[in-house]
Nanobody, 119 residues
């Protein structure tokens, strides 16, 4: 199973960016998908998750500004980020959990994509 993330880059405060992540490989089922981030000198933290049924969770710091969505048919998850703040600057990682076609559970991370928000 591989996760390929795209998007990110540089934005001004108040601006928007969109991240996308696609899971591929020997997948039978993808359950939860999500985005996490890690700023320099800090631990990785949850940003948002979405279940296969569409239930979402958000970190308090991004509620009302970020929206997570997924396409179950394509095993893709997106993160629409709006009203960006300098403190959103971090490396963003996508995550996917599920089952392989060999009925083994998986919990994989994408390669990380850098989001930089200038003030």
């Amino acid at each position: 199973v591989q996760l390929q993330a795209s998007g990110g880059g540089l934005a001004q405060a108040g601006g928007s960016l969109r991240l996308s992540c696609a899971a591929s490989g020997s997948i039978f089922r993808v359950d939860d998908m999500g985005w996490y981030r890690q700023a320099p000198g800090t631990q990785r933290e949850l940003v948002a998750t979405v279940s296969s049924g569409g239930s979402t969770t958000y970190a308090d710091s991004v509620k009302g500004r970020f929206t997570i969505s997924r396409d179950n048919a394509k095993n893709m998850v997106d993160l629409q980020m709006s009203s960006l703040k300098p403190e959103d600057t971090a490396v963003y990682y996508c995550n996917a959990k599920g089952l392989t076609i060999s009925w083994r559970s998986f919990d994989y991370w994408g390669q990380g994509t850098l989001v930089t928000v200038s003030s």
